[in-house]
């Protein structure tokens, strides 16, 4: 029997229905799609394309489909989450990342809902869950990454309005977002950061192209806010729960990163191991070289251990399980992995790995982003070093 990295869910009925239905509108709708129109991973993100995707993978049941039912979602566990998304970058389609609404869309926006009021579900929230607006998440700035308290946009009350100076960077979605949730500290207000749903064609708001980053993805945008007037009632939560709405995501968002990456990984192997059983050299195929052989051994195995590692402490949350320091295991364990995996496929693909357009040389950029963003290795060792005190 010839090794796959392709799992089947036999023992998980719920996946064992969805991994295929999403996998047939992969390869057989989404990818052709793309083709048709040119599009790939460093293409311009067009927002009507991107409602094209939308509003079919939610005639599908997929967009939003780890939400709750009273959301529109169908209540997917993080491991069955976890399946699908590796499924999606595992298909090497460009757009994937719309399909479950992780740019911009419910899986951004789900995560606030316990913090709007009402109005603030039915303008905002509920809109993204149907596909008709978009959002973004703005906290990162120049000076504060990893030190988010060393941010300096600043929330002024004035009256029935709270005015907003500053700027963000790296907010993915915001070229194509309707409007930003901001976490801003408060002026006057030592160490206190509140969070606020800001309408992005608002005056004194600005959305300006971000820095492209080396995988080439135009999907982040910079916001400048001078003097933007936001009303009152689109403060989220309440004045000082700004770090705790903006960092409580961060534990999830890093375990929930990890499927992508270990898919994208998934998908340098199997070009290898395709590439290496039709590249002939000195009269033989590659996959013949023991060499070969165990180049692809070492990749297979390091997406093994990386997928059961994060489907394993996905499973603990499951349960309602701290996984703090397991999430930190996870995105370091995977984005240094599959970077592995990466740089081995490019080897393998040699000259051709290295050309510019190559789908192969397109992961290794991507995947090289990952052992900075959502948290560099250095931090994650840290934050585990940190728990075993």
Avoid at 247 to 266: D, Q, V
Avoid at 320 to 346: H, P, W
Wanted: glycine share 8%; aromatic share 6%.
């Amino acid at each position: 029997m010839t090794f796959t990295l392709e799992p089947s869910y036999e023992d998980n009925p719920r996946l064992r229905e969805l991994v295929p239905r999403l996998r047939e509108y992969l390869h057989e709708e989404l990818v052709p799609y793309e083709r048709e129109r040119g599009i790939t991973a460093e293409t311009e993100l067009d927002r009507s394309v991107l409602e094209q995707v939308w509003r079919r993978s939610r005639e599908l049941g997929f967009y939003g489909i780890s939400l709750p039912a009273e959301l529109g979602g169908q209540e997917l566990g993080l491991f069955e989450l976890c399946a699908l998304k590796e499924e999606l970058t595992a298909s090497g389609a460009a757009l994937s990342h719309s399909v479950l609404g992780d740019l911009g869309g419910p899986l951004r926006a789900g995560s606030i809902a316990q913090h709007a009021t009402p109005e603030q579900m039915r303008r905002y929230v509920l809109p993204v869950l149907r596909g008709e607006l978009a959002c973004c998440f703005s906290i990162t700035e120049q000076d504060a990454g990893s030190d988010v308290r060393r941010m300096s946009t600043t929330a002024t009350e004035d009256g029935a309005h709270y005015v907003l100076h500053g700027r963000k960077v790296f907010s993915s979605a915001a070229p194509f977002a309707d409007f930003a949730i901001v976490i801003a500290r408060m002026a006057g207000l030592e160490e206190t950061y509140s969070a606020f749903l800001v309408d992005l064609d608002s005056p004194g708001c600005q959305v300006l192209d971000g820095a492209v980053p080396m995988s080439g993805q135009r999907m982040e945008g910079d916001i400048v806010f001078d003097g933007c007037r936001v009303p009152a009632e689109n403060l989220l939560g309440e004045i000082g729960q700004g770090l705790r709405i903006g960092i409580g995501r961060i534990t999830l968002n890093r375990l929930l990163h990890c499927p992508s990456l270990i898919g994208s990984a998934r998908r340098a192997w199997n070009l290898s191991v395709a590439y290496a059983k039709d590249r002939t050299a000195f009269g033989e195929p590659l996959l013949k070289l023991q060499a070969i052989q165990h180049k692809l051994a070492d990749m297979a195995t390091d997406v093994y251990a990386a997928r059961a590692t994060v489907m394993t402490t996905a499973a603990k949350a499951d349960r309602g399980e701290d996984i703090s320091t397991e999430a930190n295991m996870c995105k370091l364990r995977t984005a240094e992995s599959c970077f592995r995996v990466a740089d081995e496929a490019v080897q393998i693909h040699g000259k051709a790995g290295l050309t510019r357009g190559h789908e192969v040389e397109r992961i290794f950029r991507t995947l090289r982003m990952f052992r900075i963003v959502t948290g560099t290795s250095e931090i994650h060792k840290n934050a585990i070093a940190k728990s075993l005190a």
